[in-house]
């Protein structure tokens, strides 16, 4: 795959970024509106499928794409065994609650953090398949 | 006690650290690692010796932490003098073969060395878990790192093929062997209702709870199964010979002194358990025998020095397994210690010759005698020790031996009584004989070529072996002392076990003389008894039956690997769909719902919902119908984004979302494989195969239509409503108003675990592959 179309660039160049925003803006809601971190963790991986088409593998590939699964898999499970140390069985999730200054009272379900897991597991592992294989067909 | 209790972990775990230390620091002290694993030793010693000090058979010191309480298990440790006499045995000679390896341990990558001493400790560690360990799964787990660290360094010089091949048939038969004993310990955890060692062995209820059970006899043979499979008991006795191209001190610390005793030791622990069953004498005396004098003949005719010790430890382990077939406990301290000390000598004896000569075959050894003085000394009182002359440790063992065959009560009458007593003189004559061929085939007569450089090595290489003679020899002339020793230590009391360096019985002493008149004998008939080996028709091996039995496996699995995993999408996505459709059709049968329950009515179907059936099904006629990839993947996608518009008709955004983002990802996938794909060959299939394809097609599309309409029909959605229930629960518990986010990261959260790991495998595998397949490409 060699970045070739100019106008598949220009528009790359908005909406690579914007792809990336959205899918962070439905991985955040995701505990209570449609969203959450399997589906932004697929919808950045079409951003990055876009990047890989408009502008080639050159940069992508300088990322090693795997270590952010395997990041993403000891985060989760690092999450569903933290309950250990509280005497709770695995993945026995919680809520926390903070007072913010501005914001006031937020509410933080831990298994937030399994989903930011899933989200770059996901992530990860497209980006690793699409740019191995775009990578084979030079 | 609470302080002694504390020691019991200590011993056992200490090792472990001390060898994952190894791993870290091993590439920074290279050959020095080994003096971790010498300090590592000596406090377990010093531990074990402390708390002997502290315990007696009716005091024993017990460590219980809690493990997996709601099967009974537990992580029980137990220190009875037994099971801390095999400690100390173990740390003891841990921490001389430590400071043998030091110098015997040639230049290498300090990583492998580090790696060398790890495995080392590891299995120290492995090996005093064995010993103190009461909970049977415990015991269960140590037996079983013991297997795989001897793996580990039988096949430490992995450059050789020899050197793999017996660390594979180790692993395979110790391995094996402990498995199938394991299926008797849950047996037996069952039956009792307690993992416990000691609980079964003292309760009397307990036992005859066991001996009333069906699966009693089960019990007991899986268990020695284990136990023989070990101890290289007749017909798995082969494996320890060929597990002799490990460096010598690991032939030395596994398979003299303390692995290949694990599994006589497992007899002295079921001995109290299963002593009183009929089976057991008639299972353990014959095997025991049968290795006694098999492996004895078999050490007689060996050229090999390590695999001439390797044959007398068996045989010296068949002796021990026929002792405990007879149910008598009261020798076996005295006959591990003789042994270990005898044999461990002689094996660091061996590494002492082979360092310095390069080989290890007697025929091209001699005359090391006036090279190797001190060697050869230890060598002479080691090999007195095996041969049983006074005043060594191996003469009192043999002679407990003759005594206990004379005059103790033998099942089976006086004619048993002669026939085992007449095997052990021959077997013991042939030691006596090996002991012999030995000593003069290396260190006496005429100087080969082979030793013409050999001289004297470090101190570091014989002052363990010579401390393991000096204790042969020193608690040989301390018999009084020595008797205390033993009968405190064995695993049960023996008030009739005397040693003394003057016979008080002449039975004893006519059976030695006999002895020692036979064994010169056949030492000087060896010519003839060579040329009686070559006569006898060679049958089959337990060797060869064993690689035969592995051969078959193996074929066996390549040909249902290469049948089940053939590499072709086609197959394994028929497998998954057939399996499927199978298992939701006996699922609804099973639960009696059929399809006549269900009613369909058309009336509330609006019009855009028959036209975008009506796409779908145009799209799906043309994936089949396509004559090029390219067309099937754009009908495929078009198929897939028509699905889509189905969740906006029933307002279900999730899965909208989710919908779009898979197909379009999917298409790219599609689009970046296509390139590669040979080409569409939609001609080729045979008319047969295209009727089981479309078979299998009709009936998914049968089985997930009956399914979805009996989920959604709704007498099954007011009485079988899975999503009310999560929907309830969703926010109250979860903190979370989505449910399908919740349920996916909360509820079900151990399965998603279940997923991501999966799909983090995949796309290393994706990696793994294409980078190697480039890589091979490129370079």
């Known amino acids: 795959m060699r970045g070739d179309t100019p106008i598949l660039r220009t528009v790359a160049r908005f909406a690579v970024p914007i792809t990336v925003w959205v899918s962070l803006v439905i991985f955040m809601q995701g505990h209570n509106l449609p969203g959450g971190g399997f589906i ?86 497209l980006m690793t398949i699409f740019v191995e294989l775009a990578q084979e067909g030079r | 006690m609470t302080q002694l209790e504390c020691l019991l972990p ?109 495995a080392l400790l590891a299995f120290m560690g492995a090996m005093l878990g064995v010993a103190l360990s009461d909970d049977l799964v415990l015991f269960f787990v ?74 009693y006899v089960p019990t007991l043979l899986l268990i020695l199964v284990g136990a023989l499979t070990k101890s290289a008991q007749w017909p798995f006795h082969f494996w320890l010979p060929k597990a002799m191209v490990a460096p010598t001190p690991i032939s030395t610390y596994l398979h003299a002194a303390t692995m290949v005793k694990a599994g006589v030791f497992l007899l002295g622990r079921m ?90 075959d007697l025929r091209q050894l001699g005359g090391l005698r006036s090279r190797m003085p001190i060697t050869f000394a230890i060598c002479v009182l080691a090999a007195l020790s095996m041969a049983g002359l006074p005043p060594l440790l ?59 450089h050999a001289h004297e090595p470090s101190p570091l290489l014989w002052l363990p072996a010579g401390v393991l003679a000096g204790l042969a020899l020193a608690m040989g002339l301390l018999s009084p002392l020595t008797e205390r020793l033993v009968r405190g230590f064995s695993s049960t009391p023996g008030p009739q076990l005397h040693l003394s360096l003057v016979p008080s019985r002449t039975g004893p002493l006519i059976l030695t003389l006999i002895t020692i008149i036979l064994g010169i004998v056949i030492y000087r ?48 996505l028929s497998g998954t769909l057939v399996f499927t459709v199978g298992l939701t059709s006996y699922a609804l049968w099973r639960a009696g719902i059929s399809l006549t329950r269900v009613t369909i009515s058309l009336a509330e179907m609006q019009w855009y919902g028959v036209a975008l059936c009506a ?67 939609a001609d080729a299939f045979t008319a047969l195969t295209r009727l089981t394809n479309l078979t299998i097609a009709a009936a998914v599309g049968l089985a997930m239509f009956a399914f979805i309409m009996l989920s959604t029909s709704p007498q099954f959605r007011e009485t079988h409503n899975l999503a009310l229930d999560y929907l309830s629960r969703s926010l109250a518990e979860a903190g979370g108003a989505n449910a399908v986010n919740v349920i996916i990261v909360d509820f079900r959260a151990i399965d998603t675990n279940g997923e991501i790991t999966v799909l983090v495998v995949v796309g290393l595998l994706v990696f793994g592959l294409l980078r190697a397949r480039r890589n091979t490409h490129e370079g």
């Open chain 1, 40 to 125: 932004a963790g697929v919808m950045a991986g079409a951003a990055g499928a876009m990047y890989l088409l408009a502008f080639g593998t050159a940069k992508a590939s300088r990322i090693p794409w795997w270590k952010v699964s395997v990041t993403g898999l000891l985060i989760s499970v690092l999450t569903g065994t933290a309950p250990f140390l509280r005497g709770w069985a695995y993945m026995d999730h919680t809520i926390w609650h903070f007072q913010l200054p501005v914001i006031g009272e937020y509410e933080l379900p831990t298994a937030t953090f399994f989903d930011l897991g899933v989200y770059l597991i996901v992530l990860g592992t």
């Open chain 2, 142 to 215: 140590f037996w079983e790192i013991t297997s795989l660290t001897s793996f580990l360094l039988i096949g430490f010089w992995y450059e050789q093929e020899e050197a793999r091949k017996g660390a594979m048939t180790a692993l395979q038969v110790t391995a094996l062997g402990g498995m199938i004993m394991m299926a008797g310990f849950i047996i037996l955890g069952i039956v009792c209702g307690t993992f416990s060692l000691s609980q079964v062995a003292q309760t009397k209820d307990l036992q005859l709870r066991l001996a009333g059970s069906p699966l």
């Open chain 2, 525 to 572: 008939s060896q010519v003839a008894a060579e040329r009686w080996r070559q006569q006898i028709p060679s049958w089959p091996t337990a060797e060869q039956v064993w690689d035969r039995i592995m051969e078959a496996v193996t074929s066996w699995a390549v040909a249902f690997s290469v049948r089940w995993q053939s590499g072709s999408l086609r197959w394994y």
């Open chain 2, 394 to 452: 191996g003469f009192h063992a043999k002679e407990a031996l003759y005594e206990g065959l004379l005059y103790s009560p033998i099942s089976g009458g006086s004619a048993v009584r002669w026939i085992v007593t007449g095997i052990c003189l021959i077997a013991n004559a042939l030691l006596f004989a090996v002991s012999f061929r030995l000593v003069v085939g290396a260190f006496l007569g005429q100087a080969t070529p082979q030793v013409k």
């Open chain 2, 10 to 118: 200590s011993i056992v775990f200490l090792p472990f650290v001390a060898a994952a230390l190894a791993l870290c620091v091993g590439r920074f002290t290279g050959r020095w690692t080994g003096i971790l694993m010498v300090l590592a030793a000596l406090t377990s010693f010093g531990q074990s010796l402390g708390l002997a000090a502290h315990v007696s058979r009716a005091r024993p010191v017990a460590f219980v932490h809690e493990w997996i309480p709601s099967l009974h298990i537990a992580l029980g440790l137990r220190g009875d003098p037994f099971g801390l006499f095999f400690a100390l045995l173990i740390s003891g000679i841990g921490a001389l073969v430590g400071a043998y390896s030091l110098g015997y341990m040639p230049v290498m990558a300090p990583r492998r060395l580090g790696q060398y001493y790890a």
């Open chain 2, 615 to 681: 796409l779908l099904s145009t799209s799906a006629v043309l994936v089949v119908r396509s004559r090029t990839r390219i067309g099937a993947a754009i009908a495929l996608t078009t198929n897939g984004f028509l699905t889509a518009l189905l969740f906006v008709v029933y307002r279900s955004p999730d899965i909208l979302l989710t919908q779009i983002l898979i197909e379009t990802v999917s298409t790219i996938f599609i689009l970046l494989i296509l390139y590669f794909m040979p080409p569409f060959k």
């Open chain 2, 271 to 360: 001995l109290p358990i299963f002593g009183t069953a009929p089976l057991w004498t008639v299972i353990l005396v014959p095997i025991g025998l049968a290795t006694f004098l098999l492996a004895a003949y078999q050490a007689f005719t060996e050229t090999d020095i390590k695999a001439l010790l390797a044959r007398t430890t068996v045989s010296a382990l068949g002796l021990m397994t026929m002792f405990y077939g007879f149910t008598d406990g009261q020798q076996d301290a005295l006959g591990f210690l003789s042994h270990a000390t005898y044999k461990g000598a002689l094996f660091l004896v061996a590494g002492i010759i082979e360092h310095a000569t390069h080989t290890r």
